[in-house]
């Protein structure tokens, strides 16, 4: 069917004119503008710092809001008490992570930056080893939180 609509003569003219037509990114506006400029800078694209990030960081924060309504349903579980120990540290490190560019952007304050970039990490780190250790030796983040709650 697909191939037949192709083959009438009004989709084939259509088709020869777009085809013709330069995208309108691609349309030269002044040609007295030079069309390199190499006084800017700029930096290769990163898989974890564009849309992907955005990504991770919403699924982090929707995964949160299931977690915390199955403990509540359900009551204590060992897998929600693992799902929630990586979620949350998780969900917090991206948080003060934006906090920390924002506020102390690596290109005014590079000491303070890179300072507080490892002290992040590093208790992030503390954080993830904390919730593992609490929900193996102990009684586990959702009990914990039923115990507090009640």
């Given at each position: 069917m697909a191939l037949r609509l192709a083959a009438t003569p009004a989709i084939r003219s259509t088709a020869?004119?777009?085809?013709r037509q330069q995208p309108m990114g691609l349309?030269?506006?002044?040609?007295?503008?030079?069309?390199?400029?190499?006084a800017v800078a700029t930096h290769k694209p990163d898989r974890l710092h564009g849309?992907?990030?955005?990504?991770?960081?919403?699924?982090?924060?929707?995964?949160l809001v299931p977690l915390i309504a199955s403990q509540l349903a359900y009551g204590a579980s060992p897998v929600t008490d693992t799902l929630l120990g990586v979620i949350l540290p998780l969900h917090l490190h991206i948080g003060w992570d934006a906090c920390i560019t924002d506020y102390f952007n690596a290109r005014k304050s590079v000491l303070v930056n890179k300072l507080m970039k490892g002290t992040l990490y590093l208790s992030t780190t503390g954080v993830l080893v904390g919730c593992y250790q609490f929900n193996t030796n102990d009684i586990g983040?959702?009990?914990f939180i039923s115990k507090m709650w009640a």
């Open positions: 020869r004119i777009m085809m349309v030269k506006i002044h040609s007295s503008v030079s069309q390199s400029n190499t849309s992907y990030h955005w990504d991770i960081e919403r699924a982090a924060s929707l995964a983040i959702t009990e």
